[in-house]
């Protein structure tokens, strides 16, 4: 069975700074997306970015990247220049054909002014 | 675009009720899930549709849960009886298949609390 592993419950980066959340995952499949959803105190889930398993590039949106090492099945968010409204929980997902997601367990960003 | 829409945001109810969640997905997106989040167990998938036919209910946690989509627009959620242990953010959450994978996009939560 898949799983998603998030062994950071709780991160802090100085305003301006950078930092990096991690994730690791387990599956058997070689087709797979993983995923960062961002969900701030109003309680959304927000996406903030993609990658697909099949693409080598690391995915980039704006301050967020990605470092996804497949053999290793780990999918980290680097998050730079840190701002105020970056202060969320994280959560990494997978999903592979079956349009199931599953979720890791979160991680807490605090940025500190 | 509007996102994915779901009423009511909050709802305060008692024990023994019903509750009726309710969903308007993207428009044009043929997949539509219900997730639950507590503190304890995370985000659970509770069910899924594809072209408004329940794919997967395996989530659901008792018969006490029904979920309904009568067309592509609408979904319900539903518990029949509540109890206490149902206090949850559900959301719902709807996607379109693009010929590999899919990025569901969520709405913004009902806040549940049963007393």
């Not at chain 1, 799983?3 to 990096?20: C, H, K, L, N």
């Not at chain 1, 202060?87 to 367990?105: D, H, L, N, P, Q």
């Not at chain 2, 305060?12 to 997949?31: A, F, N």
């Amino acid at each position: 069975a898949q799983t998603v592993t998030q062994s950071q419950p709780e991160m802090s980066v100085q305003e301006a700074e950078t930092v990096t959340l991690s994730c690791t995952y387990d599956t058997s499949e070689s087709d797979y997306y993983l995923f960062w959803y961002k969900q701030p105190p109003s309680r959304q889930m927000i996406l903030v970015i993609r990658q697909e398993a099949y693409k080598q590039q690391n995915a980039t949106e704006n301050r967020f990247s990605v470092n996804f090492q497949k053999a290793a099945k780990s999918f980290s968010l680097k998050i730079s220049d840190s701002q105020l409204g970056d202060a969320a929980m994280y959560f990494c997902a997978y999903s592979s054909g079956t349009y199931k997601y599953i979720f890791g367990t979160g991680t807490r960003l605090k940025v500190l002014a | 675009d509007a996102g994915v829409i779901q009423s009511p945001r909050h709802e305060v109810t008692e024990m023994g009720q019903e509750v009726t969640l309710r969903c308007k997905p993207i428009s044009g997106h043929d997949y539509l899930f219900w997730y639950r989040q507590t503190m304890m167990r995370g985000l659970e998938l509770l069910i899924y549709f594809n072209n408004n036919v329940p794919i997967d209910d395996s989530g659901m946690p008792e018969d006490r849960f029904s979920a309904k989509m009568p067309n592509a627009s609408f979904s319900t959620l539903k518990i029949q009886p509540s109890e206490p242990r149902d206090s949850a953010v559900y959301f719902c959450a709807s996607s379109l298949r693009t010929g590999r994978g899919n990025t569901i996009y969520f709405g913004e939560g009902s806040w549940l609390t049963v007393v």
